[in-house]
């Protein structure tokens, strides 16, 4: 269940892992999320940087469902991390990095794909649903009440309209 990568080799060769991580293999993302599916889809790229840094970069997604804080329903999304990347060995080299790119430290070799990603999909999870991405019901409610006042701008705009067309020869 546990699939491990050597970033440096993988970076050397310029290769790619693509594939699906167990979620249990997650332990603290899976506490945070009532997940929908059983496994988080991972693609990454590895290569050398200008600096013969290890660079990586990607995506981690994962099935879940959030509760609405409007209406309080479970909403369906896909929590996805875009990742780019600098791996570094040690948390000296990781405070110079950091003022140019997001740093990874990792202090293992081969490492976890999991602990590669989790952080960012931790960070991906949105603080909120977006409303407009599910039927709120508590959206609708104030969406009809907002409506009002558009019209009635509308309607004020009406008669300039019909005033120019009888102006116009
Ligand atoms: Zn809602």
């Not at 990792?106 to 999870?125: G, K, Y």
Request: aromatic fraction near 4%; charge should be negative; proline fraction near 5%.
């Amino acid at each position: 269940m546990f699939v491990k990568v050597s970033p440096s080799d993988y970076a050397r060769h310029r290769r790619s892992w693509r594939g699906s991580v167990p979620l249990r293999s997650f332990s603290r993302l899976a506490t945070e999320l009532a997940s929908t599916s059983d496994t988080v889809a991972v693609d990454l790229k590895f290569e050398l940087d200008e600096h013969d840094r290890v660079h990586m970069c990607g995506t981690a997604s994962v099935q879940a469902e959030l509760t609405c804080h409007r209406c309080a329903n479970t909403v369906p999304t896909t929590i996805l991390a875009e990742i780019d990347a600098v791996i570094v060995r040690s948390d000296a080299v990781a405070e110079r990095v950091a003022q140019e790119a997001d740093v990874i430290v990792v202090t293992e070799n081969p490492i976890q794909v999991c602990e590669l990603v989790e952080d960012d999909l931790i960070m991906s999870i949105p603080w909120r649903v977006d409303e407009k991405e599910h039927e709120c019901i508590a959206l609708d409610a104030s969406e009809t009440t907002q409506a009002l006042p558009t019209r009635a701008t509308q309607f004020t705009q009406k008669p300039f309209e019909n005033l120019r067309k009888l102006l116009e020869p």
